[in-house]
């Protein structure tokens, strides 16, 4: 990074080509800091990169390139720490929402204690009542998407008592109503066992999976009913999979009203959940496959509908954000890089752009041992010679 003093001397230089100069007066600094606090990273392009002619004398003055590569690496940080703050407002939702309950529980109990048609045996100088399906459930979180996690009654499940009673909980999970055949779970987890051998190793599953929940509380989790396994209706259950579908279709529906303001924030909501593959722990498994592709494919189209949303309204550094994820789902998707150096280039981080195409010849070559297309190549030198795109 370079010392204060050569910054300085590089902002009292005057400009010798034809571009206009900020006065040194603090007011470049103070501008550019708030258009990068307010995302309009375009504007702030145009101090990096000003047009040849008409620009406000107070919007540009002259850079030297390594300038131009930094305030580009802020910026593209910038919309990475974007990018990782709407994946957790969802989450931050949740536990306020949590705490909330859990405030009105403890005071439903001290409104307990107060009554004066409770008993002895009934408050803390009593026993403890034994707890029933119908008294208040522990909570079952579950995370499918990205890595596997679990928790249940606000502890997270860290320690497993064998690895197929974690998948059998992954496939209630999975399963619209939480339940899955004996026959099915069998068939799916041990494929090419005996039934007799394939039922003894659902036994050991199940009672291994029982035994780590049980660590943690023992209120009931799965249960055998009508030949098959299910996860405990009494039980607070969510699912990530189960949110992520419903602020999907949300989001359509709202969409389809003609609300297209309140449709992105469900779309928004959905991205948020979608913290990588499905299952992506298993990604050898067969079972888990089909709804693995499914799940993309929703989430890229997802994608695709938000980045056309902020590029219709020019906030390109939004579309920035969501063209990336796209991109590590399709790397060699060659219209997603074009999409990531148009935007690029309207923020004024041509360079960026420019690296962007390197990048798409780079992964074309190794993945599909092909090159960029003429479009592609078109729109690269259009930015190499500062033309509009």
């Not at 948020?272 to 722990?281: C, P, T, V």
């Not at 990531?340 to 420019?354: E, T």
């Not at 962007?356 to 190794?366: D, F, I, K, N, P």
């Amino acid at each position: 990074m370079p010392s204060r003093g050569k910054v300085a001397t590089l902002r009292n230089r005057r400009h010798r080509g034809s571009a206009p100069v900020i006065a040194n007066d603090g007011t470049a600094s103070e501008f550019a800091i708030e258009l990068f606090e307010t995302g309009r990273y375009d504007q702030l392009g145009e101090i990096i990169h000003p047009p040849e002619a008409g620009i406000d004398q107070r919007a540009a003055y002259p850079v030297t390139s390594w300038i131009r590569d930094v305030v580009g690496w802020l910026c593209e940080a910038r919309t990475h720490d974007d990018v990782e703050a709407s994946m957790h407002r969802e989450a931050l939702a949740r536990i306020a929402s949590r705490h909330e309950e859990q405030k009105q529980t403890l005071g439903a109990i001290f409104d307990l204690i107060d009554d004066p048609r409770s008993g002895p045996d009934d408050v803390a100088g009593g026993h403890t009542p034994e707890r029933t399906p119908g008294d208040s459930s522990p909570s079952l979180d579950i995370y499918c998407l990205g890595q596997f996690d679990v928790w249940f009654a606000g502890r997270p499940v860290e320690i497993w008592n064998g690895g197929k009673g974690k998948s059998v909980l992954k496939l209630l999970a999975a399963s619209s109503d939480h339940r899955s055949e004996k026959e099915e779970l069998m068939e799916l987890l041990w494929p090419d066992a005996e039934p007799h051998s394939a039922r003894n190793s659902l036994n050991v599953a199940v009672h291994g999976l029982r035994q780590t929940l049980s660590e943690i509380d023992d209120f009931p989790v799965v249960l055998f009913r009508d030949d098959g396994y299910l996860l405990n209706p009494q039980l607070e259950t969510w699912v990530d999979l189960e949110a992520f579908a419903d602020h999907l279709k949300t989001a359509q529906d709202l969409e389809e009203r003609g609300e297209v303001d309140a449709a992105i924030r469900a779309y928004r909501r959905a991205e948020s959940l979608y913290r990588g593959e499905f299952l992506a722990e298993d990604r050898y498994e067969d079972w888990p496959e089909l709804q693995r592709r499914s799940l993309r494919d929703q989430f890229v189209t997802l994608l695709d509908r938000l980045g056309r949303y902020w590029f219709d309204r020019g906030d390109y550094g939004s579309c920035v954000q969501v063209y990336r994820r796209m991109n590590a789902v399709d790397p060699c998707e060659e219209e997603l890089h074009r999409r990531l150096m148009v935007c690029w280039s309207r923020l004024g981080l041509s360079h960026l752009a420019q690296e962007q195409y390197l990048e798409c010849r780079r992964t074309l070559a190794r993945h599909l041992e092909t090159g960029p297309s003429s479009v592609t190549d078109e729109l690269f030198h259009r930015i190499q010679q500062r033309q509009p795109v």
